[in-house]
């Protein structure tokens, strides 16, 4: 069985204290999060957006920051 990363449940939290009202987050919710632009994160993240969903879950974007 896989095992989280260390910083996971932590950065979700702080996506759920952020966010609490939504589970998807847009690439401009994701660029306020970070401090980045929109552009790096559109860069490094659009493998994982989902056009079903319109976004990237929460519990994604913790992964890939943990």
Partial sequence: MAREKELY???LDRLDERFPDTEVLKYKDIADFMGRSVRFVQKHFQPFYKK???????????????
């Fill in 9 to 11: 449940r932590e950065n």
């Fill in 52 to 66: 079903e969903l319109a976004g990237i879950s929460k519990t994604v974007v913790a992964r890939l920051l943990s």
